[in-house]
């Protein structure tokens, strides 16, 4: 995503799990993973943010039904939240280290871990 501004900005997606396994929905970062957002075995979301998590979400979803996700990083306040269904689930105050790869991907290839599931409707939009 060559226009990606990380000043700010927002990935969304429609998803549908088919398990509750610890998987990546959202990787932003191919050689370096700078943020998204994974199922959790406990049935909910985590944020993920420079190589690190999933930190653990706050919001439940539910293998077999579509749900929407929303990560969203504003960099003059250095915070990364995400959103599932529209309930904020996660936040986390850092300084993305982004490293100006601008891939986005369903798996972290460090771990060799690949969201299972469904994905639709993939959006991304600049803050500004």
């Known amino acids: 995503l060559p226009e990606l501004d990380f000043d700010g900005f927002i990935m969304a997606v429609d998803f549908m799990a088919v398990t509750?396994?610890?998987?990546?929905?959202?990787?932003?970062?191919?050689?370096?993973?700078?943020?998204?957002?994974?199922?959790?075995?406990?049935?909910?979301?985590?944020?993920?943010?420079?190589d690190t998590g999933p930190y653990p979400g706050s919001v439940a979803y539910t293998?077999?039904?579509?749900?929407?996700?929303?990560?969203v990083y504003t960099a003059s306040n250095t915070t990364?939240?995400?959103?599932?269904?529209?309930?904020?689930?996660?936040?986390?105050?850092?300084?993305?280290?982004?490293?100006?790869?601008?891939d986005i991907h369903n798996t972290h290839y460090g771990n060799g871990m690949t969201f299972k599931g469904f994905l639709r409707?993939?959006?991304?939009?600049?803050?500004?």
């Open 20 to 50: 509750n396994l610890t998987s990546p929905i959202l990787v932003g970062g191919g050689l370096w993973r700078w943020g998204g957002v994974y199922t959790r075995s406990d049935g909910t979301i985590g944020l993920f943010l420079n």
């Open 63 to 71: 293998t077999g039904v579509w749900h929407e996700v929303v990560f």
């Open 80 to 102: 990364a939240e995400i959103y599932l269904d529209g309930k904020l689930a996660g936040q986390r105050v850092a300084v993305m280290n982004h490293h100006d790869d601008q």
């Open 121 to 128: 409707n993939l959006r991304v939009w600049n803050l500004k």
